[in-house]
Structures are given as C-alpha cells and as structure tokens.
C-alpha cells in the first residue's frame, strides 16, 4: 500500500486533541473522516506528537497508507477539499518509503509558544496567545532556561498523568526571545527535544513566565528541577499559546516550499 507524509497545520480550540475519540471533535478524526471519503476506511493515521485540547499546529506531521496510488499534489488537494470547515490544512503531501513513520522516523520535535504581553485584551489573535498584562523580563528568563538544557530528571515539569516510561529526557534547546509585533510586544519561546513529556513545554513556560514576573528566580528555578516534586514549579500555562511548529527527520520527506 503506498504510504504518504502529510505536513498538517491547524487551529487547535475546536478539538479536545489530535487523538481520535469517539465523543468528540478531534484532529485525527476529521483527516480520517477525510480520507473515508477518498477511499473506503476505516483508515488509521499516525502522527509526530499527539498534541492536547487547544495547542495549535504549523508543523505537524502524519503518515497515512492509501489503497492506490496518489499524487501528492491530488491527495492533499482532495484532503483539504473534504476537510472543509474544520480549521485543519494539508500544506504539503509527499509519497514516502513504507518503513516511514510520522512518530518512529522523527529526531526532533520543535514547540513555538507565544505569549502577548499588553493590557488591551487581544483582538485578531484571541485564543492564539497566551496574553499576560505585564512585561517580562527576558533576561532573567532565558539564564532560568538555560538551566533546564540538556539531560534531566525533568519530574517537576510532568503531568501525574504522563505515560511515558522515563521522566529523563534531554532538551535541546528552550530559547526566550522578545519580539515586537504590530499588536503588541510578543514573548516566544523555542523548545526542542527528540520526545517530551505530557505538559512539559507548558510547565516550562508557566514557570518561566513567574521568573519574567519577578516571582521565582532563575535560581528558583534550578531548585525545582533538582527537586524531582511537581509542587515546586510554577503553574502549567494555557495551551492556546502553543504550537507544535516542526518535526525534523534524518531524511526531510518535503521539498521545501516556494
């Protein structure tokens, strides 16, 4: 059966995830429902990450086997027809090796959360930022964000209800930059990892954002990860200020887009 790599952008409020559920709306389901129409299902997609109810997508990647052969440009053309209105996108499609896997195959995941830093409540970009009314002192933020870099126990930063067999994993990057915005001054944070923990990226920030505020010290921060107690990190922040932004796979499945 020829497999296919689909590239996915989405807007994440309407869904409780990415993973299929039978009640509820969710990112899975609407491309399975999706491909149902192009040719009988049931079909069974997997993807990079399975991102929670609210966090957002530019980058996600998914990997579907179809019964016949599709050009890429038709498959997504066909998917993004049959997708309508759910605020979900092909932007790129491409045949892949069968021993491709959207989840196995990836060596990195790459997470962009935003948040707006301004008292007038968002307009244009309500329920895609996490807005906070006052400034953040990067600085401060990105010496507590260089402590979480590299390999740790990272228990403070999991959910209790994280499945993975391990809480040591390593960060490869969690950069903290301030960027000016026609709607205002906007705080991003670049977070990259091979696999991350279930809320890890957004207990980053909701702790990182304390330290910007003036409530915990870099320092503070160093202590809660030495601590190994989810009760010594600051609060897990919203998700609509998270985006699953890339996945990077030794062999990249996209041509880069013009």
């Known amino acids: 059966m020829p497999r296919y790599a689909l590239k996915v952008e989405y807007h994440g409020a309407p869904f409780v995830g990415w993973q299929r559920q039978k009640e509820h709306a969710s990112v899975q389901g609407v491309i399975e ?7 009988p299902g049931p ?16 980058g996600q990647v998914a990997h579907c086997d179809m019964a016949r052969d599709w050009t890429p440009f038709r ?5 993004n027809y049959h997708l309508k209105p759910h605020p979900v996108a092909i932007v790129a499609c491409a045949a892949v090796s069968d021993d491709f896997h959207a989840r196995f195959s990836a060596r990195e995941r790459r997470y962009l959360f935003r948040i707006l ?22 600085d401060a933020m990105q010496e507590a964000a260089n402590r979480l870099v590299g390999k740790h126990d990272f228990t403070t930063f999991r959910s209790t209800i994280c499945q993975a067999d391990s809480p040591v994993k390593t960060l490869d990057r969690l950069t903290v930059s301030r960027v000016k915005t026609p709607h205002g001054t906007e705080v991003h944070f670049d977070v990259r990892a091979r696999s991350f923990l279930h ?5 980053f920030v909701g ?20 601590a190994r107690d989810r009760a ?10 998270l985006y699953l932004a890339d996945v990077v796979y030794p062999d990249p499945p996209f041509a880069p887009q013009s």
């Not at 830093?117 to 990067?138: E, I």
Request: net charge negative; proline share 6%; aromatic share 2%.
């Open 33 to 39: 429902t999706a491909l149902a129409r192009l040719e």
């Open 117 to 138: 830093t301004r008292r007038a409540p968002a307009t244009h970009h309500n329920g895609l930022v996490w807005q906070v009314k006052h400034d953040l002192d990067t």
């Open 43 to 58: 079909h069974t997609i997997a993807a990079a990450g399975r991102t929670d109810a609210g966090v957002h997508a530019t």
């Open 199 to 203: 809320n890890q990226v957004r207990s």
């Open 207 to 226: 702790t990182l954002e304390r330290v910007g505020g003036g409530t915990m010290t870099p320092q503070d921060v160093q202590i809660a990860l030495d």
């Open 232 to 241: 010594a990190c600051g609060p897990v922040c919203p998700p609509h200020g």
């Open 75 to 79: 498959l997504s053309e066909a998917l």
